[in-house]
């Protein structure tokens, strides 16, 4: 199932990200994250697939035991909370992506009332010809469109306040779970002592680093474009207006 969901995104990522047009900075970046990001999820989920076969316990313990142990060990849901976030970071894009999308296209049609109006009036007694041009494409001026900077501005805030959480919960949760590879399992139906093995932590542990790295780099990513839109649109935009007032 994941596997034919990950091969039907990968030819829409394609399709979308060959639109050159670029109307917001960053646009072609975050469509290489969302790819990487749904790649990435895939694979590392792969370690924790067989994970009630890689846990077991030495003696003569009873699959119920066997059971009650590992829901101890295991008591905070792992896989799930990768798609979750995998799923609010694809949310929060394409809900960003929606509004630029509407607001671009309110842009284009005025543009295209504008230049058949000029058209008409240059245009000679003879005729005038029927194509209207269609207005370049260029990157969205969010000078004058404060509302969509505010947007700009609160998409990065909220990336990066889900990102701090799940990197949160790899740090505190999921990366204990495999941090050693044999634990001692007692319960009040089981009271054992018994030795667990969980096998291929290695390989676990790797996994969660890699969501670690992926998190902290779309973090640093937002953080650097939030400054950057700061300082290009609003401090430097303050700067100008005052110089021309002075």
Not at 85 to 93: H, K
Request: hydrophobic share 50%; proline share 4%; aromatic share 16%.
């Amino acid at each position: 199932m994941a596997a034919a969901a990950v091969a039907g995104l990968i030819p829409v990522f394609h399709t979308v990200a060959g639109d050159k047009s670029s109307y917001y900075i960053g646009r072609q970046l975050w469509f290489g994250f969302i790819a990487v990001y749904g790649v990435v999820v895939y694979v590392v989920r792969m370690p924790w697939a067989p994970i009630h076969e890689d846990f077991w316990c030495h003696g003569n313990i009873t699959n119920s035991c066997l059971a009650e142990c590992f829901e101890k060990r295991f008591n905070h849901p792992v896989v799930g909370i990768w798609y979750f976030f995998f799923f609010i970071f694809l949310a929060f894009f394409f809900l960003m992506e929606f509004f630029m999308a509407q607001i671009r296209h309110k842009q284009i049609k005025a543009k295209s009332v504008e230049s058949l109006a000029n058209e008409v009036e240059e245009g000679s007694m003879v005729g005038i010809q029927e194509h209207v041009p269609c207005p370049k494409k260029s990157i969205m001026n969010f000078h004058r469109e404060k509302m969509l900077l505010l947007l700009y501005l609160l998409y990065f805030i909220l990336q990066v306040g889900s990102q701090g959480v799940f990197l949160f919960l790899l740090m505190s949760q999921h990366l204990p779970l495999v941090n050693q590879a044999i634990i001692h399992c007692s319960t009040v139906s089981c009271p054992g002592p018994y030795l667990c093995l969980i096998r291929g932590t290695m390989e676990k542990r790797m996994s969660i680093y890699t969501l670690i790295t992926l998190s902290f780099m779309i973090i640093l990513f937002c953080s650097g474009f939030f400054l950057y839109t700061i300082h290009h649109y609003l401090l430097k935009g303050f700067t100008s207006t005052k110089s021309w007032a002075n």
